[in-house]
């Protein structure tokens, strides 16, 4: 008995200074988010690369053509990079975290972690810490492949590099958060591609992505006002279109307040949804 | 020396819509103990360590994990905690490596990744990625990811599925070398010969309920381990439990007046002990899915 009292465990652990571990964890986390994504080849084609090879479809299929209004014309490659980029956000974020997170509820990855004494914030920063480190280095290669191959002309003044900066970090984080929501929606791993690619497909075509938004009908452009991509699309619009493209928007303008209203509200609806549905497991299922 | 259990149980209950899979339990497990819950499949084991993980909600009863309801275990609580749980289907992007030193660094007092993983026996697959293991060395993992955090209290919920004689072998050391440092575990398996092996204490589950616990040198009493002699006459199965087998074999012998058919003398094992407290068990609860290689007990 005496022996066991000697070697035993060290006594009970203090988890000291809870928000800096708690931020440390999520900063290891992210680095371990980063490291199996880049490791899984099929999420990489499919989220990662694939606002590039859309761009590249549609600047070459398109290549003959032009689009705005007469003599404010700009080629399919500019047009269609500010939708790109938007989806891409939408793609890193709400698709890439909310099919992930489903299957590692269903895999047993989120049991595990549920047993240890890791905080549910660190995950959710590590997810963060994925989908901005991603999402950043895909807008990168979209606008390194314009630039360079397609010769699109990119901005060069500060201000409009910093509305890119605010749209997309508002951008990455809502489409992240609103991925952690959504993830509790499919109920299996199984099902979640086939529950969310079809969301974010019609997000896509309703919002400015794929069409052209002010050829679709009014009361389509007011529905798909309701969500958020169609307001980063346009913030992305208006970093990397001439500013006569903006008489083409529904206002006539820009609008970056709305969006970034429009954003922020969705932000802390996900950030709501998430804290009143997200559980490590679903007891006694 | 009065210490209070490490984990104690009193009458616990769990219902899953109309079915009741824990009709009260209770088991205490002691400072150090490595402790045995055995018992077929759909018995409760499973229900019972994850409600002592705070995996599920119990619906009745008492339970008290390192002092704490496991109901309410916080982070302090879990980082006393290792739990290997039955086998998942993780898609394991990582390397053994990576893993264990990512889940070290979620504890405050960690053991050394590269210790654990040669205590496991993995040194030759620190750098493969988990995936691309063999399902015998993904649990491996699974029983380094439960020991990483120098626990307290481990939870093993059949460990050894899918290992070799070779890698169950180990596996015992290790379990040994950790109850030495004075680690107190709660063990379910199906293989009896491991319960024997390892733990001090077992509880039998059946139907939700504990049909016989102790020491496993006296689990079901002293009568079910009386050897069993046992023969053929004109090709029917005779046996009779003797504490003098010997001189039932005379007897016999003398009566047939040669060598009886199929002789064999039998001390029960823990497996036939367990067998025999499950049979009984479902013979007071009449259900008729009995074990099929029941003893017929002959008459003389």
């Known amino acids: 008995m005496t022996t066991q009292q000697l070697t035993r465990p060290a006594a009970p652990a203090r988890l000291a200074n809870p928000p800096a571990r708690t931020l440390a964890l999520g900063l290891a986390r992210a680095r371990y988010e980063v490291r199996a994504y880049f490791r899984l080849g ?7 690369l694939f606002p590039a090879l859309l761009l590249t479809i549609f600047s070459t299929a398109f290549s003959e053509g032009t689009f705005g209004s007469p003599g404010n014309e700009v080629d399919a490659a ?5 939708g790109m980029l938007a989806a891409g956000i939408l793609l890193s974020g709400l698709q890439n975290l909310g099919v992930d997170i489903a299957l590692e509820r269903s895999d047993g990855t989120l049991k595990r972690l549920a047993g240890t004494p890791l905080p549910v914030t660190s995950y959710f920063l590590g997810k963060l810490g994925q989908v901005l480190v991603t999402g950043l280095l895909q807008a990168a290669l979209l606008l390194a492949l314009a630039a360079v191959v397609f010769r699109v002309p990119l901005p060069t003044d500060a201000a409009a590099w910093a509305t890119f900066a605010w749209v997309f970090v508002l951008g990455v ?3 992240a958060v609103l991925g952690i929501a959504i993830s509790a929606v499919p109920r299996s791993g199984k099902s979640a591609s086939a529950v969310i690619i079809p969301i974010t497909l019609v997000l896509q075509f309703v919002s400015g992505v794929y069409l052209p938004f002010d050829q679709l009908p009014e009361w389509l452009q007011q529905v798909a006002s309701v969500f958020p991509l169609k307001w980063f699309a346009q913030g992305m619009r208006s970093v990397f279109l001439p ?6 928007e529904p206002s006539g303008e820009w609008d970056l307040g709305l969006v970034a209203l429009v954003g922020a509200a969705w932000l802390v609806v996900g950030l709501v949804l998430t804290r009143l549905t997200f559980r490590w497991i679903r007891k006694d299922s | 020396m009065t210490t209070a259990p490490v984990v104690s149980v009193r009458d616990l209950r769990k219902r899953y819509g109309s079915h009741d899979a824990l009709r009260g339990v209770d088991f205490d497990i002691h400072e150090g103990e490595t402790f045995a819950l ?3 499949n759909g018995a409760g084991k499973s229900t019972t360590i994850e409600i002592l993980e705070g995996y599920r909600d119990r619906t009745g009863g008492e339970a008290s994990v390192l002092g704490v309801d496991p109901g309410r275990g916080g982070l302090g609580w879990k980082s006393r905690l290792g739990i290997v749980l039955q086998s998942g289907g993780e898609q394991g992007s990582v390397t053994v490596r990576e893993q264990l030193r990512h889940f070290a660094s979620f504890y405050p007092n960690p053991r050394k990744a590269d210790d654990v993983i040669a205590a496991v026996g993995l040194e030759e697959k620190a750098d493969t990625l988990i995936r691309k293991l063999s399902g015998g060395q993904r649990r491996r993992v699974d029983v380094a990811l439960g020991i990483i955090g120098r626990p307290e209290l481990l939870f093993l919920d059949e460990p050894t599925t899918g290992f070799d004689p070779e890698a169950r072998r180990r596996f015992w050391e290790l379990i040994r070398s950790l109850r030495a440092e004075g680690t107190t575990i709660l063990l379910t398996t199906h293989y009896l010969d491991e319960a024997a092996q390892l733990s001090d204490r077992a509880a039998v ?5 504990v049909v016989a616990s102790g020491p496993i040198a006296e689990l079901g009493g002293a009568d079910s381990r009386t050897p069993i002699v046992r023969w053929r006459v004109n090709g029917e199965l005779r046996e009779q439990r003797t504490t003098e087998p010997g001189l039932v074999v005379r007897d016999l012998i003398d009566e047939l007046g040669r060598e009886p058919d199929a002789l064999e003398i039998i001390r029960p094992s823990l497996e036939d002990v367990y067998l025999s407290l499950l049979e009984k068990h479902l013979g007071e609860h009449g259900t008729t899915d009995a074990p099929a290689h029941t003893a017929t007990e002959a008459a003389r």
């Open chain 2, 38 to 40: 055995l018992g077929p």
């Open chain 1, 78 to 82: 500019q047009y269609y990079l500010p």
């Open chain 1, 173 to 175: 984080l809502t489409s």
């Open chain 1, 243 to 248: 500013e006569e493209f903006a008489a083409l």
């Open chain 1, 42 to 48: 099929d999420t990489v084609f499919f989220t990662f």
């Open chain 2, 205 to 209: 589950i059946a139907g939700g309920v």
